[in-house]
């Protein structure tokens, strides 16, 4: 599998299921307040925590697939670095320096998202280099 596809696999897609989470499970937005939720008896993990994991996702994959290729130590410390990103997102929530509610298992749930991604797509790596 090329980079492209990996991209869109394991990038693009997670995005716009979470954007798509929003409009469907999601009863007021941020940008349309009046919105109506599609589905309202949707239960609370995929209503609270579905888009969290599916940016946390994305956002491993992305890491990963850029730095696939380079060193293991290299590809770890930016992923470390991405689980962070994703942690301090929900920490500034906390404080307020964010709009948001901070949500412990949110926490959890983007922080493992970055992870598992990362781990799912450097296993990968292996079909990057292979001749087609």
């Given at each position: 599998?090329?980079?492209?596809?990996?991209?869109?696999?394991?990038?693009?897609?997670?995005?716009?299921?979470?954007?798509l989470s929003?409009?469907?499970?999601?009863?007021?937005?941020?940008?349309?307040?009046?919105h109506?939720?599609?589905?309202?008896?949707?239960?609370?993990?995929?209503?609270?925590?579905?888009?969290d994991?599916?940016?946390?996702?994305?956002?491993?994959?992305?890491v990963?697939?850029?730095?696939?290729?380079?060193?293991?130590?290299?590809?770890?410390?930016?992923?470390?670095?991405?689980?962070?990103?994703?942690?301090?997102?929900?920490?500034?929530?906390?404080?307020?320096?964010?709009?948001?509610?901070?949500?412990?298992?949110?926490?959890?749930?983007q922080?493992?998202?970055?992870?598992?991604?990362?781990?799912?797509?450097?296993?990968?790596?292996?079909?990057i280099?292979?001749?087609?």
């Open positions: 599998m090329n980079r492209g596809k990996l991209a869109a696999k394991h990038v693009a897609l997670p995005l716009a299921l979470g954007a929003y409009l469907v499970w999601r009863s007021a937005l941020p940008m349309w307040p009046s109506v939720a599609l589905w309202k008896g949707a239960p609370a993990v995929l209503r609270d925590h579905f888009a994991g599916a940016w946390g996702w994305a956002l491993g994959g992305f990963s697939i850029v730095w696939l290729g380079e060193r293991a130590s290299r590809r770890a410390v930016w992923i470390g670095l991405a689980a962070l990103v994703a942690a301090g997102v929900e920490c500034l929530q906390y404080t307020h320096v964010l709009r948001g509610a901070f949500d412990p298992v949110d926490l959890v749930v922080v493992g998202a970055v992870v598992v991604a990362a781990t799912i797509v450097g296993g990968n790596e292996r079909w280099s292979a001749p087609v």
